[in-house]
């Protein structure tokens, strides 16, 4: 059984930082993608950042680019999201997914996938 658990967010300044931590379990092979979604009040699901386990490619939506940064710890099936130069825009919730056989883009881009953390709060606000 695959579980997937989330850790940090909460409240920073604009210009802050943040790191988020997710760590998947049950994974039998490399055969997924872990993501970060978020959803804000009003807003539809947007793909943040996600990585193919097989392969290490990375996609990260647009406005994230170059102030986020998703990275495996070690060989586990364990992610990181640094996120720098925060942003009033990047306050939501903040979702780790697993998906299996997708690539990192196509998980992105779909915003959607099969295995769900609890979702944590980032609030960015002055």
């Known amino acids: 059984q695959v579980q997937v658990v989330e850790s940090g967010g909460g409240f920073a300044q604009p210009g802050g930082s943040l790191r988020l931590s997710c760590r998947a379990s049950g994974l039998t092979q490399d055969y997924y993608s872990i993501g970060w979604f978020r959803q804000a009040p009003g807003k539809e699901r947007e793909g943040v950042a996600c990585?193919?386990?097989?392969?290490?490619?990375?996609r990260y939506e647009h406005s994230v680019k170059g102030r986020f940064t998703i990275s495996r710890e070690n060989a586990e099936n364990a992610v990181n999201l640094q996120m720098d130069r925060l942003e009033l825009e990047d306050t939501a919730v903040y979702y780790c997914?697993?998906?299996?056989?997708?690539?990192?883009?196509?998980?992105?881009?779909?915003?959607?996938?099969?295995?769900w953390g609890q979702g944590t709060q980032v609030t960015v606000s002055s």
């Open positions: 990585l193919s386990l097989g392969d290490g490619d990375i």
């Open positions: 997914v697993v998906s299996s056989y997708v690539t990192a883009k196509a998980m992105c881009m779909l915003a959607n996938g099969d295995y």
